[in-house]
């Protein structure tokens, strides 16, 4: 019974490119617009095209790979701080 409910009720997750996400944070950033009509243009919530500009500009200087690695993907610093951790 809950079942159809919940099938009916939720909406797919998007996922977006990580070039997609550059672009995005590289307008957000450009001082050309503000953060709202960028993300309103593009088709995300606000707050989610904060929190992109957020992590781009926590991983400021690393490689675009590394700003947003990807589903389930470390960036390269945090696999090494993994495999120092399995090393102890």
């Known amino acids: ?14 996922e977006f490119s990580r070039e997609f996400k550059l672009e ?3 307008r957000a950033t450009s001082g050309e617009q503000s953060l709202a ?11 989610l095209l904060r929190s992109w500009k957020r ?3 926590a991983r400021a200087g690393a490689g675009p790979g590394e700003v947003f690695p990807g589903n ?10 993994r495999q120092l951790r399995r090393e102890l």
Not at 37 to 47: E, F, K, L, Y
């Open 24 to 26: 995005a944070v590289r």
């Open 37 to 47: 009509p960028v993300a309103r243009d593009i088709g995300v919530h606000p707050n």
């Open 55 to 57: 992590a781009a500009l």
């Open 1 to 14: 019974m809950g079942s159809n409910r919940e099938e009916r009720g939720r909406r797919q997750r998007r």
């Open 72 to 81: 389930g993907k470390l960036t390269s610093q945090d696999e090494e701080i």
